[in-house]
């Protein structure tokens, strides 16, 4: 039996955070993009349990640690992050995360203020 | 040593623009940076590319191999670019283009009865397991510790896993390669047109070349074929952690023969008592002093967090009743030999995932750079040892020893192949800390040319180290160094792919640096 030829790989992984995304309603397509984003391409170290936000919660104040609960993050700062990499955090490339998501994820968490 | 003028880069970037368009090529800082060493134990800028291009299909690739060529400006491949602790996405040396394939992210094929995947270089592992489990594909893939990082490439730099598929070189059955005159080579049966056995037979008809695409800058891989492990219908974890540092040795022998025999088909590793600790938090919660942690802090530590000196578990996949015998199997062979008994588990078919021995996603693993704060990173130096536990433990004694002299805890730990032993310790540093990434380095110079004295050599290095390992193979004046040359300025005489990889230049650097 020969199944999946020529698929996407990014793109079959995105589907099911996506799916959980356009559930939600109350907020902007855009911001909801970029939650969806967001934790398909950040949540690996970025959610409650993952190794990002265990290396910040020993560098910032209690309860600022995940990124989606941090106040005061701008779109501005995110970007330059990905793209520059900060601390042990590795730079994330425009070939990996072209700039059009970085835009959603980097909107949609400094939209938490 | 090649330098081509800012004036003959964007020359070459503008013509590979042609093929991806403009979006996929990156010469600006910002998209220079992205191929920097994360993990950089010297300046990060020495060692950037001129810029980067992305194509999208292996067609882009040949066309983008043909105009490096005609421009003389040299590409530095990557799928990825997780190679942390090893150089990570950044080139040998300055004056490169990176040929970046992380848009080549397609599973072409997964075939569940004779079980293999066909895989592009960007795939992930995270990709892997993902398409897997989402299909219901009764097939296992086999992962390093962290899985951010490329199937393919992490198979053509001969990573290991901890399944029986765990020596993924091992595993790989095919590929496609983009050559230096930008035509395509498929290796082993995929040479035959219409061939029905491409990643069934690995060998084809003549020489094999699927291994001289490893660990080397002969070609371009476009496709891999991968072979993974039937869903097993049950497996059985046991666990051990040693009390003592020196009950390493005979655990390790305990362990030889039922490697050698095949009752333990995984890899199992012996992680140290500082590779579990920095999985669960930064030394700073133990320890505040410089240098490497005392050996009564230490064990303060160890107890507290309830681990042993090392720690390792012997997984068994499979039938349950091969199962049930090969566990009695394995509690006989260590029984008397170490002064602890193993902690066992089970998983069946149809439980989650999770703690079966398939590797889920993850990128804990990369937690360990924490252990110090500041901008953490790690430097991996992974001699090869015997499978032997006097031997292990003298590679273990005079490393751990020149790590502590040099100011560093060690980190280690030996993971289990059926005759050797990949020995992965880390050197864990601050990059913000110049004093310590100038022990750091000289630390790896000394590990490097202490192995090689004692007749260890490295199974994999980091990038800045290519040619001071390449050099401890030196048997016969450099024999195998002059044939690698040889192949090299015979299939890629204009030196276009990875000029340095592994050591191996071709005849325009060689001459430059003379």
């Known amino acids: 039996m020969r199944i999946a030829h020529a698929i996407a790989a990014v793109s079959l992984v995105a589907l099911p955070a996506l799916a959980v995304a356009a559930s939600d309603t109350g907020t902007a397509p855009a911001e909801r993009a970029g939650e969806a984003q967001f934790r398909e391409r950040c949540g690996g170290c970025h959610l409650a349990d993952g190794f990002g936000t265990r290396v910040l919660e020993r560098r910032v104040p209690d309860g600022q640690a995940e990124l989606e609960r941090r106040a005061g993050l701008t779109s501005q700062y995110i970007t330059l992050a990905v793209r520059r990499g900060i601390g042990s955090m590795p730079a994330i490339r425009e070939a990996e995360l072209p700039d059009e998501e970085l835009t959603e994820i980097a909107a949609y968490l400094g939209a938490n203020k | 040593m090649r330098e081509l003028s800012a004036v003959q880069v964007e020359r070459a970037l503008a013509a590979f623009a042609g093929v991806v368009g403009t979006a996929n090529v990156y010469s600006d800082a910002i998209g220079r940076a992205g191929y920097r060493d994360a993990m950089a134990p010297v300046d990060p800028a020495t060692y950037e590319p001129r810029g980067a291009v992305a194509p999208a299909s292996v067609e882009e690739v040949q066309a983008i191999v043909r105009l490096a060529g005609e421009h003389g400006l040299p590409l530095w491949p990557i799928s990825r670019g997780k190679n942390f602790g090893y150089g990570g996405a950044a080139p040998r040396i300055l004056g490169v283009v990176m040929l970046d394939l992380v848009r080549m992210n397609r599973i072409l094929e997964v075939d569940v009865e004779?079980?293999?995947?066909?895989?592009?270089?960007?795939?992930?592992?995270?990709?892997?397991?993902?398409?897997?489990?989402?299909?219901?594909?009764?097939?296992?893939?086999?992962?390093?510790?962290?899985?951010w990082g490329s199937v393919v490439g992490n198979a053509l730099e001969r990573g290991v896993g901890y399944t029986p598929y765990g020596e993924h070189a091992s595993k790989v059955c095919g590929l496609e390669v983009v050559t230096a005159d930008g035509s395509i080579l498929r290796t082993g049966m995929g040479a035959m047109p219409g061939s029905k056995t491409w990643q069934l037979f690995p060998y084809g008809f003549g020489p094999a070349w699927d291994g001289a695409f490893m660990q080397s800058n002969f070609g371009i891989v476009t496709k891999m074929g991968l072979w993974l492990m039937p869903e097993p219908e049950n497996t059985v974890e046991l666990r051990m952690a040693l009390p003592n540092v020196e009950d390493l040795p005979a655990a390790i022998d305990a362990l030889r023969p039922l490697k050698l025999d095949g009752t333990v088909a995984a890899n199992p590793s012996f992680g140290n008592v500082i590779r579990g600790l920095a999985s669960r938090g930064p030394r700073s919660q133990y320890y505040d002093g410089e240098g490497p942690m005392p050996p009564d802090v230490l064990e303060r530590a160890r107890k507290e967090a309830g681990i042993g000196h090392w720690n390792f578990s012997v997984r068994l996949f499979g039938d349950p009743r091969v199962n049930a015998i090969n566990a009695e199997r394995v509690r006989s062979a260590f029984a008397g030999k170490v002064p602890v008994e193993f902690t066992e588990s089970q998983w069946n078919r149809g439980n989650p995932l999770r703690g079966s021995g398939s590797p889920t996603p993850s990128l804990g693993a990369l937690g360990v750079v924490d252990w110090l704060g500041g901008a953490g990173a790690h430097l991996t130096f992974s001699p090869v040892s015997a499978f032997s536990g006097a031997e292990a433990w003298k590679q273990y004694t005079t490393v751990r020893g020149m790590f502590e002299d040099a100011g560093f805890d060690y980190y280690g730990g030996f993971t289990a192949g059926q005759r050797y032993l990949n020995h992965i310790t880390m050197i864990i540093l601050d990059r913000n800390d110049e004093g310590m990434r100038e022990r750091a380095n000289t630390l790896f110079s000394n590990l490097i040319r202490v192995a090689a004295e004692n007749g260890w050599g490295e199974y994999r290095t980091h990038t800045l180290w290519y040619d001071e390992v390449a050099q401890t193979y030196g048997y016969n004046d450099g024999a195998l160094r002059r044939w690698n040359e040889a192949v090299k300025d015979a299939v890629d005489p204009k030196g276009i792919i990875a000029p340095g990889k592994m050591g191996i230049w071709p005849r325009v650097d060689r001459e430059g640096k003379a």
């Open chain 2, 114 to 147: 004779q079980g293999y995947v066909l895989l592009e270089p960007g795939v992930g592992f995270d990709d892997l397991y993902h398409h897997l489990v989402d299909n219901k594909i009764p097939l296992w893939m086999s992962a390093p510790a962290h899985t």
